[in-house]
């Protein structure tokens, strides 16, 4: 079992940076791949980013690219969302996953993931 704790959102102007954390519980992390998901009012969830349980390798989902970074520190139990370039159509609740990585290494659909956060409200301002 893990437990996902998100923080780091905020009402940020456009152009600004945001730095999402997932603290998880669990002695597990360190084998689990996680994601950051989004989910805006009216619109589905939506995949952000994913990484594999090592770090060594990544998944962004286009409009992400090139402004948006995902890490984790194991020792930590934690993994970031490093957001730069923020946009008002950025604007959503962000959501952290994770599932053991075992035949599934780097997931990217919500119904792959196993643990949730609460989630975390970020707001662009225009």
């Known amino acids: 079992q893990v437990h996902l704790v998100e923080s780091g959102g905020g009402l940020v102007q456009a152009g600004g940076s945001l730095r999402l954390s997932c603290a998880a519980s669990?002695?597990?992390?360190?084998?689990?791949?996680m994601g950051w998901f989004r989910q805006a009012p009216g619109k589905e969830r939506e995949i952000v980013a994913a990484?594999?349980?090592?770090?060594?390798?990544?998944y962004y989902r286009d409009s992400v690219k090139g402004r948006f970074t995902i890490s984790r520190d194991n020792a930590k139990n934690t993994v970031y969302l490093q957001m730069s370039s923020l946009r008002p159509e950025d604007t959503a609740v962000y959501y952290c996953?994770?599932?053991?990585?075992?035949?599934?290494?780097?997931?990217?659909?919500?119904?792959?993931?196993?643990?949730w956060g609460q989630g975390t409200q970020v707001t662009v301002s225009s």
């Open positions: 996953a994770g599932r053991d990585s075992y035949r599934n290494p780097l997931p990217k659909r919500a119904e792959e993931y196993d643990y």
């Open positions: 669990g002695r597990t992390f360190s084998s689990y791949a």
């Open positions: 990484i594999t349980w090592s770090g060594s390798s990544t």
